[in-house]
């Protein structure tokens, strides 16, 4: 068992697990793709991650271990809705730091909608960056990196990501071709743009741990 591991610790329902991005936050990282989300923004990009029942349900401790591996500063926690699984995401969370890699999380709720859970606070014990809110396809983003829609905010909880500026940075896409011929994407791209690349390399999407 990695240290700092629990032998009861919750699992967390993931759907993709990526190493070595830089897609997805600062600097190379691993993106965690949690699976289920209740909130169901309108015109969401990932739809199939809605449903709590997919995904593979993973130790956080086993992330933090191939985090570790791969070298990486951190982590990114996305989805689907990582709040919707706070229990396992807020072990993760505390696993990782504990190992000292640097933790963002992207939730569609308020940062006081988190808090207001009880387990809001030892998730944000634990996080770095926080980018809150829920994405709205009216009011989309065209100057930051990362979100969405402009109601979205990046909120620092700790100094560690302080000098990151998402309106001075691109947006880049992590596209790999994956042993089986699959294509993996990671980044910010439009639901528009991401039907643009699968049909440009006449790929399906897909969503699992690799
Ligand atoms: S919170 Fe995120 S994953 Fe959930 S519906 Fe909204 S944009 Fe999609």
Redesign the pocket.
Known sequence: MPAGASSSEPSLRVARVTHRTTAEGPGQRTAVWVQG?A???RG?I?PH?FSPHGGTLTEPSAIVESAREAGDEGITLL???PVDQIDAVGELARLAHDAGLGVICFT?YTIDQVLARPEGDALLGHVDLLVDG??IDAIPEQERALVGSRNQRFIHLTGRYSDYDPAAVPDRVDVRILPTGEVSIAGFLTADGVGKLASAVHARRIFKAD
């Open positions: 989300c909130i169901r923004c969401c990932n991650l989805g689907g809705e569609g829920p994405y």
